[in-house]
Nanobody
Framework: QVHLVESGGGLVQAGGSLRLSCAAS????????MAWYRQAPGKQRELVARISRVGSTNYADSVKGRFTISRDNAKNTVYLQMDSLKPEDTAVYYC??????????WGQGTQVTVSS
């Protein structure tokens, strides 16, 4: 069973930075594309960034140039460096595989709040 534990969120002023971490178990991490998703209040969960098993990255237009996804296969961990944060980045952030399975399970997520 997949087990995902996100951490690193918090309250930050606009323009600030945060680094999120996600420790994964129950999957063959090195074989999976990993991704960060986020869900803002009243909105659907959306894909923020993904990184392939060989390190190729892809970003949503809204975060391109500000966020950087990376992974450490030895630690089964994926990271999201978030710079130049904006109030509209406020959301609960989750990691998971990409693409999602039909019965995807989720961790508890980590809250990111950006004040203006």
């Amino acid at each position: 069973q997949v087990h995902l534990v996100e951490s690193g969120g918090g309250l930050v002023q606009a323009g600030g930075s945060l680094r999120l971490s996600c420790a994964a178990s129950g999957i063959i991490f090195i074989l999976n594309t990993m991704a960060w998703y986020r869900q803002a209040p009243g909105k659907q969960r959306e894909l923020v960034a993904r990184i392939s098993r060989v390190g190729s990255t892809n970003y949503a237009d809204s975060v391109k140039g500000r966020f950087t996804i990376s992974r450490d296969n030895a630690k089964n961990t994926v990271y999201l460096q978030m710079d130049s944060l904006k109030p509209e980045d406020t959301a609960v952030y989750y990691c998971n595989v990409f693409p999602l399975g039909v019965r995807a399970s989720w961790g508890q997520g980590t809250q990111v709040t950006v004040s203006s």
